[in-house]
């Protein structure tokens, strides 16, 4: 009889607060596709950042304009003691923390001198250009940290 009466009540809050689950449920869908929309605009906007810190910071000096300039093919366009930054191998042996070392602080004995956090967005640059150079290579597997 208690349960009976329990699943009674339960049934008429259900009834009665109906629209407002419904409204829940619709913002909760809404607000799941506007974050979703969000993300990709967020990941656009990361993909661009990170090509500008390259052009502006990486392509022009030493490694190369782009991954088809960078490539072992056109070894001629990049500086001698500069490694092609979207070779897979390269890319699959340094974790994102071993790239944003490089980034602070150089390569001893190469012309690589670290960028420190002269960038202006900081680590935040960093990981945008490391994310960069990870898809834009379009290894096979990658090696994140």
Not at 110 to 116: A, P, V
């Amino acid at each position: 009889m208690l349960r009976t009466l329990l699943l009674c009540n339960l049934l008429i809050m259900l009834v009665r607060w109906s629209p407002e689950i419904l409204a829940y449920l619709t913002l909760k869908e809404k607000t799941h596709h506007l974050l979703k929309d969000q993300h990709k605009r967020l990941k656009i906007y990361f993909m661009a950042r990170g090509a500008a810190l390259y052009a502006g910071s990486c392509s022009e000096f030493c490694h190369g304009a782009s991954p088809t300039q960078a490539g072992a093919g056109t070894a001629a366009l990049r500086a001698p003691d500069a490694p092609d930054l979207f070779d897979c191998v390269w890319l699959q042996s340094q974790s994102d923390r071993q790239i944003e070392e490089i980034i602070v602080n150089g390569v001893e004995g190469s012309r690589m001198l670290g960028y420190g956090d002269n960038f202006p967005e900081g680590s935040r640059d960093h990981a945008r250009l490391i994310a960069y150079l990870r898809n834009t290579a379009a290894c096979e597997t990658q090696q994140m940290e």
